[in-house]
Structure formats: structure tokens, C-alpha cells
């Protein structure tokens, strides 16, 4: 069972470049989730979906738009990276119904934007 | 929207030492849950705990939800201990809002 499943690991960019964050989940989840983790920050969510179809902002949703492709994926792109998007990016899923809160996360991507 | 606020900010133990890293909330939360983020920063989910105690291993939980915080106790640190342990509480349908963690650090 691999989970919660991001690709690429690690990523270099320049400004001005665009990309996908692909995240992918084998649990049958509903709801998918996109954090971000900057020192000192700690996580913020940057878009979210509760189930297929549906998406919704969090916190820090400019310069990002995210794709719920099925249930099992969820993308999020970076049209134009800037500087200030330079962080590690986690996907995450969880079921819903109590007893399936709980909030699994991927392994995380490096992306650097020079 | 809700604070979290977690204390102590960084905790530096010895080994066998035990801990107890606390979580506060300003408002009322849901599905209060406890996560581990290893030097490697990959961050598992310890607890699921809205309200009660639960024990895994080392590791036990206690979330008062009445009086707005939780605890996470360790006990018997080991050096994989180490690293940052954040709490999370649901704000309305579907957000989790993370404190800012806590940074343990466990010497042999």
C-alpha cells in the first residue's frame, strides 16, 4: 500500500517557469489537501477538495491552481513560479466519517525557485 | 479563524528522559491530531485524538476538549524521537489549522 504518492521529490525552477505538482492516493480517500511548510511558518494549506469535482482556497492560494483530476489525484501548478513559492510542497489526503479523519501525508516536494 | 499555539517551542532532552509537548487552542476544535516530523521531513500522523487519551507505545495522547488543549507525552526518549511534532485541530468542514510545532531534540 504506497499511500500518499508526489512526484517530483525535488525541483529547481527560474522565475517565470511553470509546473505541475502531480499527488496521487491508493486509500480510497475523498478529500485531498495541498500544504505548504516554510521555516517558521509551519504548514498553511494552499488548496484543498473535499471530493471529487470540488475544490476551495485556503489560505494561501495565489499563484496556484489545482486540478482534482479523480478521485485519486489532485495537481497542483505554478503557472509562473516566483521567488517567494521556494518551499517544500505536501500533499495529503484523508476519508471522511470519523473514524477515517486522520490526515495522511505524502512525502513532500523541494522546489526551488531561483 | 482559530490559533494554535503549541509549547515549549524547542525542547532538548537526554535519552530516557520523558516529555510532555502541549497544544491550546482558541476556539473549539475537531479531530485534534498529533503528527511527528522526522529530520528526513516526512511527517507521520501519531494520534487521532478529538477528545480521551490514547497510548501507542512510548507515545500517549490526551486531548480536553472542553478546556481547549491537548497533550502529547513521551516517555523513555529514544534519539528517533527526535525532530518536530506538530498538533492540528479542524476548523469548519474541512480545514486543519497546524500550530507551529515543537522542536524536540534527543541526545544519546
Known amino acids: 500500500n504506497a499511500g500518499v504518492t508526489q512526484t517530483p521529490k525535488f525541483q529547481v525552477l527560474k522565475t517565470g517557469q511553470s509546473m505541475t505538482l502531480q499527488c496521487a492516493q491508493d486509500?480510497?480517500?475523498?478529500?485531498m489537501y495541498w500544504y505548504r511548510q516554510d521555516p517558521g511558518m509551519g504548514l498553511r494549506l494552499i488548496y484543498y477538495?473535499?471530493?471529487?469535482?470540488?475544490?476551495d482556497k485556503g489560505e494561501v492560494p495565489n499563484g496556484y491552481n489545482v486540478s482534482r483530476l479523480n478521485k485519486r489525484e489532485f495537481s497542483l501548478r505554478l503557472e509562473s513560479a516566483a521567488p517567494s513559492q521556494t518551499s517544500v510542497y505536501f500533499c495529503?489526503?484523508?476519508?471522511?466519517?470519523?473514524?477515517?479523519?486522520?490526515?495522511?501525508f505524502g512525502s513532500g516536494t523541494q522546489l526551488s525557485v531561483l | 479563524g482559530i490559533q494554535v499555539e503549541q509549547s515549549p517551542p524547542d525542547l532538548i532532552l537526554q535519552e530516557g528522559a520523558n516529555s510532555t509537548l502541549r497544544c491550546n487552542f482558541s476556539?473549539?476544535?475537531?479531530?485534534l491530531q498529533w503528527f511527528h516530523q522526522n529530520p528526513w521531513g516526512q511527517l507521520i500522523n501519531l494520534f487521532y485524538?478529538?477528545?480521551g487519551t490514547k497510548q501507542n507505545g512510548r507515545l500517549s495522547a490526551t486531548t480536553v476538549a472542553t478546556e481547549r488543549y491537548s497533550l502529547l507525552y513521551i516517555s523513555s526518549s529514544q534519539t528517533t524521537d527526535s525532530g518536530v511534532y506538530f498538533c492540528?485541530?479542524?476548523?469548519?468542514?474541512?480545514?486543519?489549522?497546524f500550530g507551529q510545532g515543537t522542536r524536540l531534540t534527543i541526545n544519546p
Open positions: 495529503a489526503s484523508t476519508g471522511t466519517g470519523s473514524i477515517n479523519e486522520k490526515l495522511f
Open positions: 486509500m480510497n480517500h475523498n478529500s
Open positions: 477538495s473535499a471530493s471529487e469535482g470540488t475544490t
Open positions: 476556539d473549539s476544535v475537531n479531530n
Open positions: 485524538i478529538p477528545s
Open positions: 492540528a485541530g479542524r476548523e469548519g468542514a474541512q480545514k486543519l489549522v
